[in-house]
């Protein structure tokens, strides 16, 4: 089961959906969302579940999650996110300042304990919410 933030037009949430079992998806915008539905259920994927709503918090009905994959960038990872990963599970997302930001890969593993590793520097839109709590990447 994945948790995909930011359906956008749902390209990654078709490729997703490809990958996984199940994929639940997030998009903050009504419209773009609305779209990603109707194009997902045109092309047959009956395994993609698109919900409007700020992705910062994630969707705790569904949680925990095998992997989350998030593509707008907090300045730090949000605790949601964090308490929404399965132990074993991984998230990718970019975080930091709008001119510094890193793509990382945090892992959670059986035991809950959480690392993180950072990939590569990256540039992405500003995830909404990002005031609220979060995890500070090691």
Do not use: C
Request: glycine letters at 10%.
């Amino acid at each position: 089961m994945v948790l995909e933030i930011g359906t956008g037009l749902g390209y990654q949430s078709a490729v997703l959906a490809e990958l996984a079992g199940k994929v639940y998806t997030i998009e903050i915008i009504d419209e773009l969302a609305q779209r990603a539905e109707q194009r997902l259920k045109q092309q047959g994927y009956t395994n993609v579940e698109v919900r409007v709503g700020n992705g910062y918090f994630g969707w705790p009905e569904h949680a925990p999650f095998e992997k989350i994959i998030v593509t707008a960038a907090p300045d730090l990872i949000p605790t949601p996110l964090i308490n929404q990963l399965r132990a074993g599970g991984k998230m990718v997302i970019p975080v930091g300042m709008p001119r510094a930001q890193q793509l990382v890969v945090v892992d959670k593993d059986v035991s809950g304990k959480v690392s993180t590793k950072e990939i590569m520097r990256v540039l992405f839109s500003l995830l909404e919410g990002a005031e609220q709590t979060s995890f500070r990447a090691s």
